[in-house]
């Protein structure tokens, strides 16, 4: 398998993130990309993190840590916006990519992850 990196995006990467997000049916439909990015993805922006395979973005997902009142006022970890570009996929990169994440769960201390 190819070496891959999971780091936290840049906002360098916003226009590489967006094409991940548009590269299926349902993300066609309600995805945009211009050449001037809507400042609503600016405002998304909080922990989005992405993997890339010789300086290629070929999958992100964007974390959210918050505060639970279960578990004791734990700490949660929403998992959403998963995308692997269709070109990778079935070759275990999204796997890998939701390991990285758990493995980011842990060290953070995270209670339940969703």
């Keep these: 398998m190819t070496a891959f990196i999971f ?26 990309l211009s050449v001037t990015i809507p400042s609503n993805y600016l405002d998304a922006f909080i922990r989005i993190d992405v993997v890339e395979s010789r300086d290629i973005i070929v999958g992100t997902c964007h974390l959210t840590l918050m505060p639970s009142l279960t578990f004791q006022g ?34 953070e201390g995270c209670k339940i992850i969703q």
């Design 7 to 32: 780091r936290r995006a840049k906002q360098s990467d916003l226009e590489d993130i967006i094409y991940l997000l548009a590269d299926d049916e349902l993300g066609k439909q309600r995805e945009k």
């Design 74 to 107: 734990g700490l949660r970890m929403n998992v959403e916006a998963v995308r692997i570009a269709s070109s990778c996929r079935g070759q275990g990169v999204g796997e890998w990519m939701i390991n990285q994440a758990l493995s980011l769960a842990r060290k």
